[in-house]
T-cell receptor, first 110, second 120 residues
Framework: RKEVEQDPGPFNVPEGATVAFNCTYSNSASQSFFWYRQDCRKEPKLLMSVYSSGNEDGRFTAQLNRASQYISLLIRDSKLSDSATYLCVVNITGANNLFFGTGTRLTVIP | GAVVSQHPSWVICKSGTSVKIECRSLDFQATTMFWYRQFPKQSLMLMATSNEGSKATYEQGVEKDKFLINHASLTLSTLTVTSAHPEDSSFYIC????????????????FGAGTRLSVL
């Protein structure tokens, strides 16, 4: 079973739409959670960390449900520049390495 | 944010040659560096964890004699793909981990820009 599972998409949404991505993780010892963004042929870049209380950064809102081992990312008022692959990433207690989901591909259409 | 430099960004080589990729943390000391590989339309897969001054820890299925990792200083790790073959063509990305308590939220890794390897 994969450590992190994501719906690969693709999600094609019009500009201005709200879109949500979900992710589940299998290891209950997971302690840190992140959303990374990866553009085509580029390295992943940290979008935001995900905290238990949920957190918001501009148009982006991340939620964590430890009981269900579930993480979400909500993007409001989508922009063309939001088109990318969004990676759900988890760190497990005692390990320094990260576990990546396969990513969810988002395309925002004019 | 923290800067990780990876070089070269793109390399094309003949089958059988060896290729060295460098990963440097420019403004922090990285106790641990990671090497990932990403095939088209797939996620990043961890190849090995590199700790300064000790042998790298390889993930299952990764040949340590083929992918040589050296982490000689706190700011530099190298990955050498020895006797590269076309099936080694991939996107190789390094990341550096500055250690807990450094630079804000813990467990954040900083990524290099990646190296695209094409073996002919």
């Amino acid at each position: 079973r994969k450590e992190v599972e994501q719906d690969p998409g693709p999600f094609n949404v019009p500009e201005g739409a709200t879109v949500a991505f979900n992710c589940t993780y299998s290891n209950s010892a997971s302690q840190s959670f992140f959303w990374y963004r990866q553009d085509c042929r580029k390295e992943p870049k940290l979008l935001m960390s995900v905290y238990s209380s949920g957190n918001e950064d501009g148009r982006f809102t991340a939620q964590l449900n430890r009981a269900s081992q579930y993480i979400s990312l909500l993007i409001r008022d989508s922009k063309l520049s939001d088109s990318a692959t969004y990676l759900c990433v988890v760190n497990i207690t005692g390990a320094n390495n990260l576990f990546f989901g396969t990513g969810t591909r988002l395309t925002v259409i004019p | 944010g923290a800067v990780v430099s990876q070089h070269p960004s793109w390399v094309i080589c003949k089958s059988g040659t060896s290729v060295k990729i460098e990963c440097r943390s420019l403004d922090f000391q990285a106790t641990t560096m990671f090497w990932y590989r990403q095939f088209p339309k797939q996620s990043l897969m961890l190849m090995a964890t590199s700790n300064e001054g000790s042998k790298a820890t390889y993930e299952q299925g990764v040949e340590k004699d083929k992918f040589l990792i050296n982490h000689a200083s706190l700011t530099l790790s190298t990955l050498t793909v020895t006797s590269a073959h076309p099936e080694d063509s991939s996107f190789y990305i390094c990341s550096a981990y500055p250690g807990q308590g450094v630079r804000g939220a813990k467990n954040i890794q900083y990524f290099g820009a990646g190296t695209r390897l094409s073996v002919l």
